[in-house]
């Protein structure tokens, strides 16, 4: 064994303390990198696999009724490959011994076989026979919550007409992997299904006969998509079409596509930050392990050692502990990213899911942290070993004693001995100083991010459903309503309060930016949903004009005064002109807004409404609910409770569960800063503390000049954490904005406890291990030792 190799294993034996804290942050870094990058390849490779085998369709259309007559017309437009023409269904279920409502949606297929597009993955029982009309497939989700097996049967109300079904199959659909109602934002499967049945006997269940009313498309290779919706829309227009859709507009892809955004930043944001704090540790750490060995370097010099023998040796030492936070950090990654797996295959419903770590992730995030590694100490290996043999020989020289700015500040009586060695030993290494206090800085700013989505995530819902939505209940009816539903509503046993709602699809257009959605009347005053700005109190509806999500705003480039244009995809297709007037603050989703009797005049129409939301006393539920169901013209029944238990359950399954993940891995930094701080402090200081022990100082006097040391240190970085925390904040928080939700910018007085007391906890912790180590000090050894 080579001699700078036995000093290799000697030093890591030595430095296992600080070697270990570093393993933990480069770690730390690894974790989060292999966590993202696994889980979004586990995700996209389930559902590429899933759409390409199942041939999910690449455009989708929702018409009010048009003949099968125009499907050789449409076949014919350029850009168009595959048609294939259904009938779509609102339904309400009653499921025997579930008493609260359940609401769905009724897709036709061809008799007997399966579709040419959506192909359903079959897991029990088989397709609706031919000829028969009271077989029904169901979606595994809604079968799996309610216990329901083939055979099983169900009552419906299909276009205000009572049928029993048969259930025959249960299967998973490429177009529903996640299950959630058209205007919920979470699955609730319980009290929402997705059913397949034969096209024949739906079409005369809907009175769609000869008919279609939804339609899926897929595209010829090369085919510009733009080009084809824009032919689709002008072709179905005077049959009530709603709009074409691409994939990236369809719910459950729009929603999984999200997702995969979220992973690819979380891969990119975190382990970013994390290894760059690993690189400033390193580059501290390695530079002031070395400046204490700068005798023995000199030695090795003078004795024939080239400075790339020298270089490698110290680059192996890095090397080692790196590669060990690599391994940890895999180990880690891999653990925690199977463990997500499993709540995503409860939300998105793939048929399988493969999980490793693929071959290149492994080498990806090896080659990031070796990156990491070599950025954090070359600089200080490179310095050290150019140094001559005779310089390195040569002690340093003594410092020039004056009194420093901090000690001329603080009162003298209130430092004493110990406080002046402190304060003086710190503006004499004012550089050290810094770089101490800015590595625990970055641990702070960490410990504020984890902190920060612990309260941003509760706050964001809170905002919604407890200020946002008021209501109890949201029914949507079959067909737009006159106003009068809601009087007769206000009579059912439990209603409290009931407010109307009228909803419109539209393309809102400004300059060259569009975005399709729905325009939503309200009463001018909402009381139930209610809109709020940025301050969070309620606003009253603009006499005129439009009001706008400031996500939607910001997303159109539009301010308030500028003019929107409005296609609406219903009624006579009239493209309007309405300027912007207000904005609102909502976290959840997006939206436009509109006094419900100027978009009744927009429309055309008298007083009508698309649904109500209720108040209700909950001690009526039961008898409410009889009475709703005997309503035909209710297509569906929401229950906001269930929506917010829902929101809340995945929130704390994906994001809270990595929040408590980050607050972790943030807290190991956080602690392995402080730790090499105060290691390589006692390495720096021992002779002077085993002097100071020989003249007659008590360990704990002693103690106090260190820990003092420390403390002050901590202190100083708190603040600075603090300020880092609120850029690191606000990179996350932008990066982490989408239309379905976006996280409020929180900054309340628990998330700077929060960091502040981790930081502290991590100072106190070190402060007992230093004080013990003090206790095991060899003086003499240390004082013998050449200075």
């Known amino acids: 064994m080579q001699t700078l190799d036995r000093k290799l294993y000697r ?137 329901l097996t083939p055979g099983d049967e169900m009552e419906a109300i299909v276009n205000g007409r009572r049928t029993q079904l048969t259930l025959i199959g ?8 996640y299950q959630a109602a058209p205007t919920d934002l979470m699955p609730d499967y319980r009290r929402y299904a997705v059913l397949w049945m034969n096209q024949r006997a739906l079409s005369r269940a809907y009175g769609m ?62 382990p970013a930050i994390f290894l760059s704090v690993s690189a400033f540790l390193l580059n501290v750490v390695m530079g002031r392990i070395i400046q204490t060995q700068r005798e023995q370097l000199a030695v090795l010099k003078a004795f024939g050692y080239r400075d790339s023998e020298l270089a490698r040796h110290y680059g192996l030492l890095a ?49 990031v942290t070796l990156g990491a590694a070599l950025a954090g100490t070359w600089h200080a290996v490179w310095r050290a070993v150019r140094r001559p043999p005779a310089e390195a020989m040569r002690p340093p020289a003594p410092h020039r004693f004056r009194h420093s700015w901090l000690e001329r500040l603080l009162p003298p009586a209130l430092l004493g001995n110990e406080g002046r060695i402190v304060v003086r030993n710190l503006a004499r290494y004012p550089l050290k100083a810094v770089f101490s206090i800015v590595g625990i800085a970055l641990s702070g700013g960490l410990l504020m991010i984890g902190a920060y989505q612990l309260a941003a995530v509760n706050e964001m819902i809170d905002q919604q459903y407890r200020q946002v939505l008021q209501m109890d209940i949201e029914l949507t009816f079959n067909e737009p309503t006159p106003a009068r539903a809601g009087g007769e509503l206000r009579h059912q046993p439990g209603v409290l309060a009931v407010e109307t709602w009228r909803r419109v699809p539209v393309t809102l257009i400004h300059g060259h930016r569009q975005y399709r959605t729905s325009l939503l009347g309200m009463e001018p005053t909402p009381s139930l949903r209610r ?55 909502e976290p959840l989703g997006v939206g436009a807004y509109l006094r419900r009797d100027i978009l009744n005049a927009l ?149 700077f406890g929060f960091a502040a007391a981790g930081v502290l906890l991590a100072s106190l912790v070190v402060g007992v291990l230093v004080f013990r180590r003090l206790g095991r000090l060899d003086n003499l050894r240390v004082l013998k030792a050449v200075e």
């Open 209 to 270: 006969e000869g008919a279609f009313n939804s339609m899926t498309l897929t595209l010829q290779a090369g085919a510009d998509e733009a080009d084809v919706i824009d032919a689709l829309d002008l072709a179905l227009a005077r049959y009530g079409a709603l709009g074409t859709q691409s994939r990236h507009d369809q719910q459950s892809h729009r929603f999984i596509q999200e997702e995969l955004n979220q992973q690819r930043i979380t891969a990119t944001v975190l």
């Open 531 to 585: 809109v709020l700005d940025v301050s969070g109190h309620p606003q009253r509806l603009p006499e005129s004009g439009i009001m706008l999500t400031r996500h939607l705003a910001e997303l159109l480039d539009a301010e308030i005064g500028d003019e929107l244009e409005l296609a609406i995809m219903e009624g006579r297709r009239e493209r309007l002109l309405l300027p912007l007037t207000a904005l609102v603050d």
């Open 11 to 147: 030093d890591i034996w030595r430095l296992k303390g600080q070697a270990l804290a570093i393993v933990m942050v480069i770690a730390s870094g690894v974790m989060t990198l292999v966590l993202a990058v696994t889980t979004l390849e586990s995700l996209s490779g389930a559902r590429d696999r899933f759409y390409s085998s199942h041939h999910f369709a690449e455009l989708f259309v929702d018409i009010k009724r048009a003949p099968l007559g125009m499907l050789e017309q449409l076949q014919r437009l350029d850009g168009v490959n595959l048609i294939e023409p259904r009938v779509r269904a609102t339904v309400r279920l009653a499921v025997p011994g579930y008493g609260d409502p359940v609401r769905g949606q009724l897709l036709s297929l061809p008799d007997g076989h399966q579709p040419l597009l959506n192909h359903l993955h079959l897991l029990a029982g088989s397709l609706p026979e031919a000829g028969r009309d009271d077989q029904v497939v169901v979606s595994d989700a809604f079968a799996a919550a309610h216990g």
């Open 603 to 751: 429309m055309h129409e008298g007083p009508s409404i698309s649904g109500a939301w209720l108040l209700v006393d909950p001690t009526y539920t039961s008898e409410l609910n009889a009475a709703l169901w005997e309503m035909p013209t209710v297509a569906s029944i929401g229950l906001l409770s269930e929506a917010e238990h829902g929101i809340r359950e995945y929130m704390g399954e994906t994001l809270l569960t990595i929040a408590f993940i980050f607050v972790g891995i943030a807290s190991s930094i956080a602690f392995g800063v402080v730790y090499n701080n105060a290691r390589i402090a006692f390495a720096e200081r021992a002779r002077e503390l085993a002097t100071l022990q020989v003249l007659g100082y008590t360990r704990l006097e002693v103690a106090r000049i260190l820990l003092g040391e420390i403390a002050l240190l901590t202190l100083a970085a708190i603040p600075l954490g603090w300020a880092f925390g609120v850029i690191f904040i606000r990179l996350l928080q932008r990066a982490f904005s989408n239309d379905l939700y976006r996280i409020p910018l929180v900054f309340t007085p628990s998330i």
């Open 170 to 177: 249960i299967a998973l659909s490429p177009e529903f992997l």
């Open 319 to 367: 090397g080692i502990i790196v590669l060990a936070g690599w391994v940890v950090g895999v180990a880690l990654g891999a653990w925690a990213a199977s463990g997500l797996s499993e709540v995503y295959r409860e939300y998105f419903r793939f048929p399988e899911m493969r999980f490793g770590v693929p071959a290149w992730v492994l080498a990806l995030s090896l080659l």
